[in-house]
């Protein structure tokens, strides 16, 4: 019995055991599972992570891409991954405000994205994100006959499209404040940048069908790059002293305290702080302005043929200006704002001093016109920690940005490498030249050295010589220095070619011509239906015969000087009704197209100057169209050479010639010795002061925060370019627009 029960209770016992162990296996294998499960579920959520990384990073590649549309729109076209300036790509937009507009964007031609960006409304964008003006995707490019440039696209970008590729690209308003929002468009408003670029990614699996595994879109936001706005070749934020007979040439030299000229030029006539020459007078007609209006009785500067006064004449320099908000010392014993007053017949414009040098102007604190005797001098805003930041944000994306720290001396780094500031940014350099850019150059402790009380420590002051980095240097773009003063001695630069100003002109209009009726007339307007032509900063025209350029023929007449004088010049003739407009040589050519007045200069080959030396003169008027007419290029190639004058009738319009000139001619540095040859292509900005000992020459513009007390010759040249919008475009270095924000959809 006992036998028994022991081997019963075995017999459970072992059963027990084999539950047990079948529990805990059950267990196990439930714990398995779920580890599995979760297991599965990491691996899925870690591919669906990836995908959406993935995605997220070919969007953001093309959005950046497309922000280089605007950068560069010559070289995405020659990369085939610009799109075409089709409409089919486009929306049309309906404006209201401020005035009724319809129309596309860039419809009038040219690349896609390509400068200017405004003002003009063909040039701007004004769709919200679902009426974007310009949507690319599978759709719009098939209707526009490139089906597939999305497939260009993605192959340019992407070794394997598997991973993602771009699905749709919108480019549409920026954010804008104050703006009515109707149909679909921005009205009126405030705009902070040029255009919003959206950009979707997607990436799938399979061929056919293809099933839809991720999708993602990168915003970016660009602004056009900003530049400072120099208003001539010299401007201090405090005093001027050129008492080492500095010149300054081509522009506006201005001082916001108290300024000395030692070496003034003799330029065009000026009434008063707002108003020069007004030669639309007589222009045409006696007695009529250009516009077909009798002259007016009062006031001087609208009583005379002024045309008649400046023709023929030689004068130094018609575009310089002297402007101080303290005084100029030198100019007159009274204490006047415009020392040497344009305000009678009988004065020659070429007698030094009176009326030869009118144009400077001191105790510019205010205005009051025009027209008036005081107008404000303004020294461009020029902000540290703006500057400072974008150099930063974009240092990391473009080559040609930099933002350089201090280390000692006249030494700065990228956080790579060290160099003297000479080497930085010497572009005429022999070997590795520096690259035209924007060199931000930072104060002792990086901080604010602007304002009242203001921490920033300037760093020493910088004098550039031979021993520097040799004696050829050139600084190219904008160099933004941050020392207490800059100066150089013994260097020049290594020659290179400059565009003179464009030909001087009056913006006031022209007369229109209706050229939809039976007989074409006047009718009474300034400017083509709907536009705006005068005070619009540039020189309009009316092209009648759609040759593309200004018709000028012209004439003998006897023009009569405002004091008396009666001589005979070549001057344009005027359109008629029933003439045929072209220039002279042109079969059956008789009169010129409707334009703004402007007066034909003839142009010296070479500007001179070498250690304060005048320059040579230019003399106003037209040549005898029957004679050979002075041909000088205004156009160089790629390469950077003057491209040759073609001679014939019409003439050649890329150089001088009877007709309107936008562009002066190129020379070839700035006379006969080395130092003639700029040691500055661009901007030059110090927050400290400004000197030089030496007879260096300079083109662009020259702005000090601090005092400018010159004691050597420098010759300083304006590159007209900045005013007029294209020095951007001499440089294709420099960065277009930047991104001031970048959003996802995370």
């Given amino acids: 019995m006992k036998t028994l029960i022991r081997k019963i209770k075995k017999t459970r016992e072992a059963g027990s055991a084999l539950l047990a162990t079948l529990m805990v296996m059950v267990g196990l294998s439930l714990l398995s599972l779920a580890f599995v499960a979760v297991t599965e579920t990491e691996s899925t959520i870690s591919t669906n992570e990836r995908d959406y990384a993935q995605t997220h990073a070919v969007a953001e590649a093309g959005a950046r891409v497309a922000m280089e549309w605007f950068q560069s729109p010559q070289w995405a076209n020659t990369q085939g991954i610009l799109p075409p300036n089709n409409n089919a790509l486009k929306t049309r937009r309906t404006l209201t405000l401020p005035g009724t507009y319809a129309g596309y964007y860039k419809e009038a031609g040219g690349l896609l994205f390509d400068k200017p960006f405004k003002p003009l409304q063909n040039d701007r964008f004004y769709g919200d994100e679902d009426h974007a003006d310009v949507i690319i995707n599978a759709t719009t490019c098939a209707a526009a006959g490139v089906p597939t440039f999305l497939t260009t696209f993605n192959q340019k970008l992407f070794a394997d499209t598997n991973d993602g590729e771009i699905i749709d690209i919108r480019v549409y308003a920026p954010p804008m404040t104050g703006a009515s929002l109707l149909s679909g468009f921005y009205n009126e408003g405030v705009r902070y940048g040029v255009a919003t670029i959206k950009v979707t990614a997607a990436r799938y699996s399979g061929t056919s069908p293809r099933r839809l595994i991720a999708q993602r879109w990168v915003k970016i936001v660009v602004a056009e790059w900003p530049f400072p706005g120099p208003q001539g070749p010299v401007q201090s934020n405090a005093n001027i002293s050129t008492g080492g007979a500095v010149g300054v040439h081509w522009?506006?030299?201005?001082?916001?305290?108290?300024?000395?000229?030692?070496r003034p030029l003799v330029g065009l006539p000026w009434y008063d702080a707002w108003d020069s020459l007004h030669f639309e007078n007589g222009y045409y007609t006696p007695g009529q302005n250009s516009l077909g209006q009798a002259e007016a009785v009062v006031g001087f500067e609208n009583q005379y043929d002024w045309f008649g006064r400046i023709l023929g004449k030689d004068l130094e320099d018609l575009w310089y200006e002297a402007?101080?908000?303290?005084?100029?010392?030198?100019?007159a014993a009274t204490a006047v704002p415009h020392p040497f007053k344009f305000n009678s017949t009988a004065q020659n414009i070429v007698n030094t001093p009176d009326v030869g040098y009118s144009n400077w102007f001191q105790y510019q604190n205010h205005d009051d016109g025009p027209p008036g005797d005081y107008k404000l001098v303004i020294f461009p805003k020029i902000d540290y920690e703006f500057w400072k930041n974008i150099s930063q944000a974009a240092s990391t994306t473009n080559s040609n940005v930099h933002y350089l720290k201090w280390v000692s001396a006249d030494n700065f780094t990228d956080g790579t490498r060290t160099l003297k500031?000479?080497?930085?940014?010497?572009?005429?350099?022999?070997?590795?030249?520096?690259?035209?850019?924007?060199?931000?150059?930072?104060?002792?402790?990086?901080?604010?050295?602007?304002?009242?009380?203001?921490?920033?420590?300037?760093t020493p002051a910088i004098s550039v010589n031979s021993g520097d980095d040799g004696s050829v240097f050139e600084m190219k773009g904008f160099i933004y220095l941050n020392a207490e003063r800059f100066g150089t001695t013994g260097i020049r630069g290594p020659g290179g070619w400059y565009n003179y100003p464009g030909e001087p002109y009056r913006d006031i209009g022209y007369r229109h011509v209706d050229t939809t009726l039976a007989t074409p007339d006047y009718d009474g307007l300034q400017c083509e239906p709907g536009k705006t032509c005068s005070n619009n900063g540039k020189h309009d025209y009316q092209d009648i015969n759609n040759n593309g350029r200004l018709d000028i023929f012209l004439a003998q007449r006897n023009v009569t000087d405002p004091g008396g004088a009666t001589t005979s010049r070549w001057v344009p003739v005027p359109w008629i009704s029933g003439c045929t407009p072209g220039f002279n040589g042109v079969a059956g050519a008789n009169c010129s197209e409707p334009h703004e007045p402007f007066l034909n200069l003839i142009y010296p080959l070479t500007a001179c100057c070498d250690g304060g030396g005048s320059p040579n003169p230019i003399r106003v008027g037209w040549e005898d169209p029957n004679a050979p007419v002075t041909q000088t290029p205004t156009e160089m190639d790629d390469a950077g050479n003057p491209i040759p004058c073609v001679a014939g009738t019409p003439p050649d319009p890329n150089c001088t010639h009877n007709g309107y000139n936008v562009d002066g001619p190129l020379v070839e540095n700035f006379g006969n010795q080395p130092n003639t040859k700029p040691i500055l292509d661009g901007i030059l900005y110090n927050e400290g002061s400004f000197d030089t000992t030496g007879n260096a020459a300079y083109f662009g513009s020259i702005l000090i925060n601090g005092d400018i007390d010159v004691t050597g010759t420098p010759e300083v040249w304006f590159d007209e370019c900045l005013l007029k919008g294209c020095w951007q475009d001499k440089f294709k270095e420099l960065p277009r627009v930047y991104a001031t924000s970048i959003e996802t959809d995370q």
Avoid: C
């Fill in 251 to 262: 522009g506006r030299m201005t001082a916001e305290r108290d300024m000395y000229i030692k």
């Fill in 323 to 331: 402007r101080a908000k303290g005084n100029i010392t030198n100019s």
């Fill in 421 to 458: 500031f000479a080497q930085w940014v010497n572009a005429g350099r022999s070997t590795d030249p520096a690259k035209p850019g924007f060199y931000f150059f930072d104060t002792q402790n990086g901080l604010n050295p602007q304002g009242p009380g203001a921490p920033g420590i300037l």
